[in-house]
């Protein structure tokens, strides 16, 4: 039962960041995009999301995080298109930017100058959990999963919608080859600039949403985001390979659901004895190095087939 409760409690957070690794999809898959700005857009959405909380709505909370990601989208792809900066510059940029403006954000409070805010129980959450009557831990994390889950089955229906309309498929054809757009009179400059605003979008709406789950927001709560939805869009596409732009968003939110129960699962064991929550970020880096491995271990394993079955 405790083990149940242990993993279960790590499910929310799964869920949730499956956006994030949604965002990082639709940026690197889809536009073929390298954009650095997750760690930037995901801090000011959070930080916005509990700015707007604590002024009694946790709701409206979420949609004012997925703006802020959206900003940062627009200003990282303002920088790419029309200011003709590398992408990966344009991105390091807005992330740089963006770490002063949460700081500057997070004095807009009575505390003054301030690192980190907490949502005083003012969250989605918890407002579920009012109107249900639920007090204890174990059936606060069942809320929580079911509350992500419903959020997330809504968003990936929007999103997967979206790819299909005129536009949605433009922003695709976009990545796929941008020259062939260009010449079907098509503002390649455009579509880039809105696909890169809606993965920050998704992304700044995870970091509303993470913070509300654990009750506060910090200034170091994205450290790490950039590496965590890599690795859940590599593992998604290990399992599922890769095929089209429906079970890409899909399996990056399995990915991100099997990679954070893998490094709770460490933890939990404590695989690197007392050190296990100490050498979480070196468990992430290893979990991406053996998943990246496996696409060359698979095609090995083809090419043996085909020349055995030459011979």
């Known amino acids: 039962m405790i083990e149940l409760q242990y993993y279960l409690s790590n499910l929310p957070d799964c869920l949730i960041y499956g956006l994030l690794a949604m965002g990082i999809y639709i940026s690197l898959r889809i536009l073929d995009i390298p954009d650095l700005t997750t760690e930037g857009s995901f801090g000011f959405g959070a930080v916005v999301s509990v700015l707007v909380a604590l002024n009694g709505h946790p709701v409206l909370a979420m949609f004012a995080g997925t703006a802020a990601g959206l900003a940062a ?37 009575e505390k003054g100058a301030t690192t980190n805010l907490s949502y005083n129980k003012v969250t989605i959450f918890e407002k579920v959990k009012e109107l249900i009557g639920i007090r ?21 229906s929007i999103i997967i919608w979206f790819f299909k309309t005129h536009l949605g498929l433009c922003i695709r054809a976009t990545g796929d080859n941008p020259d062939m757009v260009r010449a079907s009179s098509i503002n390649v400059d455009r579509t880039k600039t809105i696909g890169l605003m809606l993965s920050n979008a998704l992304i700044g709406l995870s970091g509303a949403l993470a913070s509300q789950s654990i009750g506060y927001s910090d200034i170091n709560t994205s450290n790490g985001t950039l590496i965590y939805g890599l690795a859940a869009v590599i593992i998604g596409e290990a399992i599922f390979g890769k095929r089209n732009a429906t079970l890409g968003l899909i399996s990056a939110v399995v990915g991100s659901v099997l990679y954070k129960l893998i490094v709770a699962f460490v933890i939990r064991k404590s695989l690197f004895g007392d050190m296990s929550s100490n050498l979480m970020k070196l468990t992430c880096a290893l979990i991406v190095a053996i998943t990246l491995t496996i696409p060359a271990i698979k095609q090995k394993i083809a090419e043996k087939k085909r020349r055995k079955a030459a011979v």
Do not use: C, D, R, W
């Open 73 to 109: 989208g627009f200003i990282t792809g303002v920088l790419q298109t029309k200011l003709k900066v590398h992408p990966v510059l344009a991105g390091i940029i807005t992330m740089s930017g963006l770490y002063s403006i949460n700081l500057i954000f997070y004095s807009f409070t």
């Open 136 to 156: 204890g831990q174990f059936e606060t994390s069942m809320v929580k999963a079911v509350v992500s889950l419903v959020i997330i089955v809504i968003v990936v």
